[in-house]
């Protein structure tokens, strides 16, 4: 219970109670709260585990990729466009993820 008075004399009341005495009922919501956290959390868990197999399985095969690509030394780009200015640019975004050090600079004239 508690109550206000305000600066004109108005009575302002609160009243409340329940129906759980010993704590039971709150008792029992809370551990089924923290075991509902504690699901979520292994879920939370469980899909990073999948997610950090997957990357490294990605890098991986990206390496193995890249080592591949060092042994032949051959690459294949495929370009499309409507004229030599858009071609060379998506050339050139194409061969972006090739390390060749000789493509720091590539100026386009069309």
């Known amino acids: 219970l508690s109550y206000k008075v ?3 004399g ?3 009341v609160a009243i409340s109670g329940t129906n759980d005495p010993d704590g039971k009922i709150a008792k029992e919501n809370a ?3 923290a075991k509902e956290n504690r699901e979520t959390e292994e879920k939370v868990k469980e899909k990073r585990a999948t997610k950090k197999a997957e990357e490294e399985k990605a890098v991986k095969k ?3 990729k890249s080592a591949e690509r ?3 030394g051959d690459y294949t780009l495929s370009v499309t466009g409507t004229d030599v ?3 060379t640019q998506n ?3 194409g061969s972006v993820s090739i390390s060749v050090p000789d493509r ?4 386009i004239k069309a």
């Open 62 to 64: 990206r390496a193995e």
């Open 70 to 72: 060092k042994e032949t």
């Open 31 to 33: 551990e089924r709260k």
């Open 6 to 8: 305000d600066e004109n």
């Open 91 to 93: 050339l050139v975004a």
């Open 85 to 87: 200015k858009s071609m």
């Open 10 to 12: 108005n009575i302002s």
């Open 104 to 107: 720091s600079s590539f100026d």
